[in-house]
């Protein structure tokens, strides 16, 4: 798979923003059949960061509803990537 394949988008919340600034920390949403050494070289092709270590979510679906109906929202799988201190990514 290609790097721009691998990772959708990065993931820019409040949480993360500060896990990215105190701990090194950033969150994206990566495909669902990439693994960890995929997601790796692809941070490091695409950002021109070291990666230090990479963590991995599979977050399921949930239930919603309205006064239409329910339905279920996507499952997402979401990668968390700890970069080397000397480099950052400008996300924003």
Request: proline residues 3%; hydrophobic residues 40%.
């Amino acid at each position: 798979m290609r790097a721009t394949d691998v990772i959708r988008r990065p993931i820019v919340t409040e949480k993360s923003t500060w896990e990215a600034s105190e701990h090194n920390r950033y969150v994206f949403e990566i495909d669902r059949l990439a693994c960890k050494p995929t997601v790796q070289s692809a941070v490091e092709e695409l950002y021109g960061v070291r990666v230090l270590s990479v963590a991995i979510q599979n977050r399921k679906g949930q239930m919603r509803r309205n006064k239409f109906g329910q339905w279920k929202t996507k499952a997402v799988k979401r990668a968390i990537v700890k970069i080397h201190p000397d480099d950052r990514i400008e996300l924003i």
